[in-house]
């Protein structure tokens, strides 16, 4: 079944922060994250597994809630860069090979 | 180091016409995908490979068809095109293991008309 990002769309100004949710029913074994730029193929981002790690890049970072099956990804301090949509992938096994993904969320970084 | 390599980029089928999507990475990974992405949508899983002659459905994978004879290629074969065909394909190549990520292809959008 498909997760849930929220919220679908977010405009922010540059420096602004924010949160992007990602939900599921399952027991999830990881959850990944891709960031996608208008025409162009998605691009790997981070992989949270099961266990509540929460890792981080640079400005961006997120966390995995075991007990919720809820992924959050943090965009700090944002950057015109990081306009584009993220989507979330779960998984119930290990691996990529199973992968279901989100909706989506449109982010955009005005100046 | 190409990366994953998907061509064409662009192709107009007419309905019932049949072809054939190529995927090849240089990467030497034993996992290979096939997404679809249909527009202001997430991507959906059509095929994956775990290795050369091992293939496996994906959630919709209906209308097409897959073969993996090396590790490198990964063609996507549509039989008999429909208009619900039309979507932008995605290749994607990746490592079995924990921590495995999938690098993509730069997709083939495709219209069935």
């Known amino acids: 079944q498909q997760p849930v990002q929220s919220p679908q769309a977010v405009i922010l100004r540059e420096g602004e922060d924010a949160v992007i949710n990602c939900s599921s029913s399952k027991a999830l074994y990881s959850v990944h994250w891709y960031r996608q730029k208008h025409g162009e193929a998605p691009v790997f981002l981070m992989i949270l597994l099961k266990g509540g790690e929460q890792k981080g890049h640079e400005k961006i970072s997120a966390s995995f809630n075991e007990k919720k099956q809820q992924s959050s990804l943090y965009l700090t301090a944002s950057q015109l860069s990081y306009s584009g949509t993220y989507f979330c992938g779960t998984s119930t096994v290990q691996g990529a090979q199973k992968l279901v993904f989100g909706q989506g969320t449109r982010l955009t970084i005005n100046p | 180091n190409a990366g994953v390599t998907q061509t064409p980029k662009f192709r107009i089928l007419k309905i019932g016409q049949s072809m054939t999507l190529q995927c090849t990475q240089d990467m030497n990974h034993n996992y290979m995908y096939w997404y679809r992405q249909d527009p202001g949508m997430g991507l959906k899983l059509i095929y994956y490979?775990?290795?050369?002659?091992?293939?496996d459905k994906g959630e919709v994978p209906n209308g097409y068809n897959v073969s993996r004879s090396t590790t490198e290629d990964f063609p996507l074969r549509l039989e008999l095109a429909a208009p619900s065909q039309t979507s932008v394909y995605f290749c994607a190549s990746g490592w079995t293991g924990r921590n495995t990520e999938a690098f993509f292809g730069q997709g083939t959008r495709l219209t069935v008309v």
């Open positions: 490979s775990v290795g050369a002659g091992i293939t």
